[in-house]
């Protein structure tokens, strides 16, 4: 029997998405419109705009009250489509969402492709529809359903951008551009994160910052035979390899330089507590580790805590070394790879990467010539504390939908633009939440969209909005 603490997806947001957004959505899917750090010639191919177009187009068949929409462009930069409803209630908000993707990608199942949309049961596969194409039809039908069952809410804006997948480099250009029509909302909701389950309401309340560098070493200026030159010429990956040593302990993981660390809020720890509580053991078991593989640890508040308030450090790229088939018996004159570099929520991502130079570059093993080029330093965010009273409604949505009250926690990942926003505007409360939830994928293959959850996070925006 339903109960008002477990109510059903509403009927009008289960047809409203199965007739009016899905085919739209699938659509969307079909287009490359990758973001332009994948596409640098993207207004020439013309990817991007026929994906805001076709959003557009949808909006103007499903008008809301009042409605003002634009499509603004300025010169040299992707396109952001704004929508102005200025409702019937009190309260003012802006939500977020982005049209641009991330690029295909390898190893999508058989049947599957990031360019082709499929559905299986509950899931819609293809590049983009959970990270983030979903996020102005779940916004235009909350609102909707507002009018449809007479509720009443507050002026609402709605910013969708095309360059969150490079960083952002766009907004702040457009947040300067359209100040005025902006203004200072109350409230900010972004749908653009991560769920830890499909079973409840998630919101994100922290973001780690992300720091990207070449560290390279020579030891040669050609490459000479190994058996002529080893033990007497070092080798460039053993001298790297001491580098590394000087950022993390190798056999634990641990970042080692005070310069990377905080002290992580209390706050936030009970909620990584509260968190790892829900999940235990999901938490990892939301990865496709090897047969035999076991996470960094057993405990999974510190889990947590790894991925979302302290440093870690992944080697994501090589250069220097030859494919194994072509590799012959040569001591190679260098090698070089990209390290990246999760920084916690508070730390100043510049800060970090001129102290992690200064680190690596000085007094180098043997002489050796070491660069370290940054090529990216991008500052997490702490997000303001809830008020009780939005705290109190942000579990009861989840309660009413889900039946589970909401959980709150950070995420590993990097939203650059969350920042500048909480810096443009001060003053607002961020609810920050999504759909990508275990096996989800962005950015990898088999990407998908969990509908049932897209459906109820749509009726809790839509209760959050009424409020």
């Known amino acids: 029997m339903t109960t008002a603490q477990n109510q059903p997806i509403p009927a009008f947001l289960e047809q409203f998405w199965e007739r009016e957004i899905l085919p739209t959505l699938a659509e969307y899917i079909r287009i490359p419109n990758k973001s332009v750090h994948f ?10 705009d026929r ?8 909006c103007r068949k499903h008008p809301l009250p009042g409605m003002k929409m634009d499509v603004h462009r300025l010169p040299g930069r992707t396109p952001v489509l704004l929508v102005e409803v200025p409702g019937n209630g009190q309260g003012n908000t802006l939500i977020y969402g982005h049209l641009d993707k991330q690029p295909e990608f390898t190893g999508w199942a058989e049947g599957l492709a990031p360019w082709q949309p499929v559905r299986r049961d509950d899931k819609l596969y293809g590049r983009g529809g959970a990270d983030d194409g979903y996020a102005i039809f779940a916004s235009f039908a909350a609102l909707l359903w507002l009018q449809e069952s007479g509720r009443s809410f507050g002026r609402t804006l709605m910013l969708i951008e095309c360059s969150e997948e490079s ?3 766009d907004l702040p250009a457009y947040m300067e551009a359209l100040a005025d029509r902006i203004g200072q909302p109350e409230l900010v909701v972004a749908l653009d994160s991560m769920c830890g389950n499909y079973e409840q309401f998630w919101s994100t309340t922290s973001l780690r910052g992300n720091m990207l560098g070449t560290l390279k070493v020579d030891v040669l200026t050609e490459g000479v035979h190994s058996g002529a030159a080893s033990g007497i010429v070092p080798s460039s990956f053993r001298v790297l390899r001491q580098l590394l040593d000087r950022i993390e302990n190798s056999n634990t993981g641990v970042i080692l330089p005070e310069f990377l660390k905080t002290r992580i809020p209390t706050y936030r720890v009970a909620e990584s507590a509260h968190a790892a509580e829900v999940l235990n053991e999901e938490i990892a078991s939301a990865y496709p580790f090897v047969s035999g593989m076991r996470p960094v640890t057993r405990d999974y508040s510190e889990q947590m805590l790894n991925n ?14 030859p494919a194994l088939a072509n590799a012959g018996n040569t001591l190679r004159p260098y090698t070089a790879v990209k390290l990246s570099l999760r920084l916690p929520p508070d730390l100043d991502a510049k800060h970090c990467a001129a102290e992690l130079k200064k680190l690596l570059e000085r007094d180098p093993p043997y002489g050796a010539k070491v660069s370290f080029d940054i090529t990216g330093a991008d500052t997490g965010w702490n997000a303001p504390a809830f008020t009780p009273k939005l705290n109190s409604q942000l579990h009861e949505v989840s309660q009413r939908y889900f039946g589970k009250p909401a959980v709150h926690y950070g995420c590993g990942g990097t939203i650059p633009f969350m920042r500048f926003l909480s810096d443009r505007l001060p003053n607002a409360q961020f609810v920050v939440t999504g759909v990508l939830g275990p096996h989800s994928n962005a950015h990898g293959p088999n990407e998908f969209l969990h509908i049932p959850m897209v459906k109820k996070v749509t009726a809790c925006v839509a209760d959050l909005l009424a409020r």
């Open 39 to 48: 596409d640098p010639d993207w207004a020439k191919n013309g990817h991007m």
């Open 51 to 58: 994906a805001i177009e076709l959003v557009a187009d949808w």
């Open 167 to 169: 960083g952002s480099p």
């Open 308 to 321: 979302t308030w302290r440093t870690t450090l992944c080697v994501t790229g090589v250069d220097g070394m």
